[in-house]
């Protein structure tokens, strides 16, 4: 059990990278955090400050208080999980766990009580004494899990425990490792780069793009209120459209027009940032379910309806996903209902957006507008 | 020393009394029950000075430990019977063998260093091998682990852990930055694939347990060679891979040997050929006019096969802002990356880029 603290956290590599810049970030105890964000963006080695695997250049880290830059990784009281977690190949299952704990001496008996706890929260006791070889993916995944439980620490850090997992064991892994943190009431730090991941697992995400962090939230907030385009394009799939259009102001109303549309924003959008903005360039963000082809919606909707050419129609069971074109030139991705939708390809569709769900971005910046 | 607490703590699960050890210094080395370790015995003055092998206090016995013609040791034990002098001869013999088996270990050790750097009579290994009680048949792969200087005894330790069975594994202190692994084989050799894997595998367990141990190491995998006579070639094989990794993949904890690729070949290209060739490829600095943002992309496009959807999904461009830097690229070098041909020669040349820098940096100019 224990806070995290990161304050003022750089850390520029031998030959001028600045992988991380600036990175503030307070954990709670028993806290799941998880960072996420693009290939390079600086997340393994946020976490390999963390455990003590990389010097930090500047600022400090703290883990319950006491400031660790010059704390030795082993007294860090840190277990971590890799993407490889490779399992040592000659030992059995109950020797790959027990080995942390044999090599601080630890009493037999001690050591006993955790392996077997472990593999009792795990479900592997059955397998304690095989060898790696004869394990499936998902069960060395757990023993590797069982390597760092066993330790008790303050902290569990992983970094893409996952990813050398087939798509169906990840999705149950996701599962298994929220449960397991409910169990052990620690702090976890996790790492991914898959934002579906980070969005079914975190209760708390840090996105982060080019060693800089960009947001802080809850799943939910980030998806409803991404702070800029990246944030907006990152988090959700298919990710949400960008277009390039004009604010315009006429009496209190506010529109935001592009291509041969023009669409009336809610009252809420009357407020001074907005207004003041008359004649602007902004970017519009609207996620593909907030474009609809639902006949009645549009017909109510006049005032954020306009027409498209469809091009691709993608049926997946409980959702489809429209490709159409405005005006012959912008493309746009709708997901629609296949219970009421219509649409085929070849057509010319009537779409509205539901203009509450909408969001504004400052053409330079890529700032949201209001959030 | 470690041997000598390692017997104090068996002694401890036999004899119910205290037992300790005590140097020639008068400190106690070890002790059963942890008590006084380190601290100077009060009595060993005394029992040195003493003429006779036994010395006994009001509630102790001691006893003087030879090894050859020198006293090494002082044993004592917290009783006074008569038994408590069996109890130390039988330690004392005990404690011997365990020393000696220790001598031998170093012997051993340098034994092996000198067959990994070449320094042994080839045809006299197998002979001393067996000496030592090392199967000489059996193929080998070796394992270079770097670390720093300040964490290398702690390395050396977790990683003689691991492998505590010498069928299985032999771990050898190189130097203070650099620990070996000399690996049993014979499990590669089934197929193709299970060298792959056999590599694969042990190399990054061995990563994996020094970084989860907090170590940072850079792990690098030789070949896998026929017998132990051969693990010289493997040793050396680890070190090109520890070095070409170094100049053209700084990032990377783990090189193999048989993974090096291009940037094995280039290794070995003497520095004016790189520089003709560069002028070839790049007249005119073209490399250098290409920006961050740019060579990001090409890096991308590369790892991703030249695949254009899949570059541009993991850079968050739209595949037309992809489409356009490319452009770019060709308007700069004259290169076109979608093509093979052209993405090849790119690649070679800013891996020969990387080389020319390495050597400039090292002053590294000699000619191969
Ligand atoms: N040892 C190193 N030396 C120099 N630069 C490094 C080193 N390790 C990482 N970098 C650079 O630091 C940046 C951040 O790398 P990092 O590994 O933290 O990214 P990441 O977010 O974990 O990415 P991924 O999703 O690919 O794992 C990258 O630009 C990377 O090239
Ligand atoms: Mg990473």
Redesign the interface.
């Given at each position: 059990m224990a806070s995290l603290s990161f304050q003022h956290v750089y850390k520029k590599y031998e030959?001028g990278v600045v992988a991380v810049s600036d990175f503030n970030l307070d954990v709670a105890d028993k806290e799941f955090v998880i960072l996420v964000g693009?290939?390079?963006c600086g997340k393994s080695t946020t976490l390999r400050m963390l455990?003590?695997?990389?010097d930090i250049s500047e600022g400090e880290i703290y883990i319950d208080d006491r400031c660790v830059n010059d704390v030795?990784?082993?007294d860090?009281d840190i277990?971590?999980v890799?993407q490889?977690?490779?399992?040592?190949?000659?030992m059995s299952v109950r020797d790959n766990m027990a080995?942390?704990l044999?090599?601080r001496k630890m009493p037999k008996d001690e050591i006993n009580r955790r392996v077997q706890e472990a593999a009792k929260i795990l479900e592997i006791e059955h397998l304690l004494d095989r060898k790696p070889k004869a394990l499936s993916g998902g069960q060395r995944q757990r023993v590797a899990l069982g390597?760092?439980i066993v330790r008790d620490p303050k902290v569990f850090l992983m970094d893409e425990p996952l990813s050398n997992l087939d798509a169906k064991l990840r999705v149950q892994m996701r599962v298994e490792i929220t449960k397991l943190h409910h169990r052990l009431k620690t702090t976890f730090v996790y790492v991914t780069h898959d934002q579906t991941e980070a969005m079914t697992m975190g209760t708390r995400i840090v996105v982060m793009k080019d060693g800089f962090i960009q947001q802080v939230d809850s799943p939910t907030e980030l998806y409803d209120n991404p702070v800029n385009t990246?944030v907006a394009?990152?988090i959700g799939m298919p990710p949400m459209n960008f277009i390039n259009a004009v604010l315009n102001v006429e009496g209190s109303d506010v529109f935001v027009s592009f291509e041969n549309v023009a669409i009336k924003l809610p009252e809420r959008y009357a407020v001074e940032e907005v207004m003041e903005r008359d004649g602007q360039e902004v970017i519009f963000g609207v996620r593909p379910e907030a474009i609809t082809d639902d006949i009645t919606y549009v017909t109510d909707h006049p005032e954020s309806a306009f027409t498209a050419d469809v091009d691709v129609v993608e049926m997946l069971g409980a959702e489809t996903y429209l490709y159409v074109t405005v005006n012959g030139s912008l493309p746009l991705t709708c997901r629609v209902d296949p219970t009421t939708s219509q649409s085929a390809v070849g057509q010319v569709v009537d779409l509205a957006v539901d203009s509450n769900r909408i969001h504004l971005f400052d053409k330079d910046t890529e700032q949201s507008i209001i959030s | 020393m470690e041997e000598i607490k390692k017997c104090m703590r068996q002694v401890k699960t036999i004899i119910s009394a205290n037992c300790g050890v005590i140097d020639t210094a008068g400190k106690i080395l070890a002790a059963t029950n942890e008590v006084g370790e380190d601290e100077i015995d009060p009595s060993f003055r005394a029992v040195v000075s003493s003429e006779n092998l036994f010395a006994s206090t009001a509630d102790r016995t001691y006893l003087k430990v030879f090894i050859g013609e020198q006293l090494k040791y002082i044993l004592y034990i917290e009783s006074t019977d008569p038994d408590a002098k069996i109890s130390l001869q039988l330690i004392a013999e005990w404690m011997k063998t365990l020393v000696k088996e220790k001598g031998t270990d170093a012997e051993k050790a340098i034994f092996i260093r000198n067959v990994l750097l070449d320094n042994e009579i080839r045809s006299e290994v197998p002979m001393i091998a067996r000496g030592y009680k090392i199967d000489c048949n059996d193929p080998r792969l070796v394992l270079v682990v770097r670390t720093a200087t300040e964490q290398s005894a702690e390395a050396f330790e977790i990683l003689q852990n691991l492998y505590t069975d010498s069928e299985v594994a032999t771990v050898i202190s190189m130097d203070d930055t650099t620990a070996i692994v000399i690996i049993d084989a014979l499990e590669s050799q089934v197929s193709e694939e299970s060298r792959d894997s056999f590599i694969e595998e042990t190399s990054q367990s061995v990563l994996a347990c020094l970084t989860s141990e907090g170590c940072k190491a850079k792990v690098a995998v030789g070949s896998v060679v026929g017998s132990f006579m051969d693990i010289s070639k493997s040793y050396s094989d680890a070190m090109t891979a520890l070095k070409v990794s170094k100049i053209f993949d700084g990032e990377s904890d783990l090189s193999r040997y048989d993974k090096l690729g291009l940037g094995r070949l280039i290794y070995q290209l003497p520095k004016p050929l790189c520089e003709m060739f560069i002028r070839e490829v790049f007249p005119n600095e073209a490399f250098k006019q290409l920006d961050e943002e740019t060579r990001t992309t090409i890096d991308t496009f590369f790892a991703n096969d030249l695949n254009g959807s899949e570059t541009s999904r993991e850079l968050f461009v739209h595949r037309n802002t992809l489409v356009y830097r490319l452009e770019k690229v060709k308007t700069k070098t004259g290169l076109d990356l979608r093509k093979f041909d052209d993405a090849v020669l790119f690649k070679m040349a800013t891996m020969v880029r990387t080389y020319i820098d390495y050597l400039n940096d090292t002053n590294d100019n000699k000619i191969r």
């Amino acid at each position: 059990m224990a806070s995290l603290s990161f304050q003022h956290v750089y850390k520029k590599y031998e030959g001028g990278v600045v992988a991380v810049s600036d990175f503030n970030l307070d954990v709670a105890d028993k806290e799941f955090v998880i960072l996420v964000g693009p290939s390079g963006c600086g997340k393994s080695t946020t976490l390999r400050m963390l455990a003590g695997l990389e010097d930090i250049s500047e600022g400090e880290i703290y883990i319950d208080d006491r400031c660790v830059n010059d704390v030795l990784p082993k007294d860090r009281d840190i277990a971590m999980v890799f993407q490889n977690y490779a399992l040592y190949p000659h030992m059995s299952v109950r020797d790959n766990m027990a080995f942390a704990l044999k090599l601080r001496k630890m009493p037999k008996d001690e050591i006993n009580r955790r392996v077997q706890e472990a593999a009792k929260i795990l479900e592997i006791e059955h397998l304690l004494d095989r060898k790696p070889k004869a394990l499936s993916g998902g069960q060395r995944q757990r023993v590797a899990l069982g390597r760092a439980i066993v330790r008790d620490p303050k902290v569990f850090l992983m970094d893409e425990p996952l990813s050398n997992l087939d798509a169906k064991l990840r999705v149950q892994m996701r599962v298994e490792i929220t449960k397991l943190h409910h169990r052990l009431k620690t702090t976890f730090v996790y790492v991914t780069h898959d934002q579906t991941e980070a969005m079914t697992m975190g209760t708390r995400i840090v996105v982060m793009k080019d060693g800089f962090i960009q947001q802080v939230d809850s799943p939910t907030e980030l998806y409803d209120n991404p702070v800029n385009t990246f944030v907006a394009g990152f988090i959700g799939m298919p990710p949400m459209n960008f277009i390039n259009a004009v604010l315009n102001v006429e009496g209190s109303d506010v529109f935001v027009s592009f291509e041969n549309v023009a669409i009336k924003l809610p009252e809420r959008y009357a407020v001074e940032e907005v207004m003041e903005r008359d004649g602007q360039e902004v970017i519009f963000g609207v996620r593909p379910e907030a474009i609809t082809d639902d006949i009645t919606y549009v017909t109510d909707h006049p005032e954020s309806a306009f027409t498209a050419d469809v091009d691709v129609v993608e049926m997946l069971g409980a959702e489809t996903y429209l490709y159409v074109t405005v005006n012959g030139s912008l493309p746009l991705t709708c997901r629609v209902d296949p219970t009421t939708s219509q649409s085929a390809v070849g057509q010319v569709v009537d779409l509205a957006v539901d203009s509450n769900r909408i969001h504004l971005f400052d053409k330079d910046t890529e700032q949201s507008i209001i959030s | 020393m470690e041997e000598i607490k390692k017997c104090m703590r068996q002694v401890k699960t036999i004899i119910s009394a205290n037992c300790g050890v005590i140097d020639t210094a008068g400190k106690i080395l070890a002790a059963t029950n942890e008590v006084g370790e380190d601290e100077i015995d009060p009595s060993f003055r005394a029992v040195v000075s003493s003429e006779n092998l036994f010395a006994s206090t009001a509630d102790r016995t001691y006893l003087k430990v030879f090894i050859g013609e020198q006293l090494k040791y002082i044993l004592y034990i917290e009783s006074t019977d008569p038994d408590a002098k069996i109890s130390l001869q039988l330690i004392a013999e005990w404690m011997k063998t365990l020393v000696k088996e220790k001598g031998t270990d170093a012997e051993k050790a340098i034994f092996i260093r000198n067959v990994l750097l070449d320094n042994e009579i080839r045809s006299e290994v197998p002979m001393i091998a067996r000496g030592y009680k090392i199967d000489c048949n059996d193929p080998r792969l070796v394992l270079v682990v770097r670390t720093a200087t300040e964490q290398s005894a702690e390395a050396f330790e977790i990683l003689q852990n691991l492998y505590t069975d010498s069928e299985v594994a032999t771990v050898i202190s190189m130097d203070d930055t650099t620990a070996i692994v000399i690996i049993d084989a014979l499990e590669s050799q089934v197929s193709e694939e299970s060298r792959d894997s056999f590599i694969e595998e042990t190399s990054q367990s061995v990563l994996a347990c020094l970084t989860s141990e907090g170590c940072k190491a850079k792990v690098a995998v030789g070949s896998v060679v026929g017998s132990f006579m051969d693990i010289s070639k493997s040793y050396s094989d680890a070190m090109t891979a520890l070095k070409v990794s170094k100049i053209f993949d700084g990032e990377s904890d783990l090189s193999r040997y048989d993974k090096l690729g291009l940037g094995r070949l280039i290794y070995q290209l003497p520095k004016p050929l790189c520089e003709m060739f560069i002028r070839e490829v790049f007249p005119n600095e073209a490399f250098k006019q290409l920006d961050e943002e740019t060579r990001t992309t090409i890096d991308t496009f590369f790892a991703n096969d030249l695949n254009g959807s899949e570059t541009s999904r993991e850079l968050f461009v739209h595949r037309n802002t992809l489409v356009y830097r490319l452009e770019k690229v060709k308007t700069k070098t004259g290169l076109d990356l979608r093509k093979f041909d052209d993405a090849v020669l790119f690649k070679m040349a800013t891996m020969v880029r990387t080389y020319i820098d390495y050597l400039n940096d090292t002053n590294d100019n000699k000619i191969r």
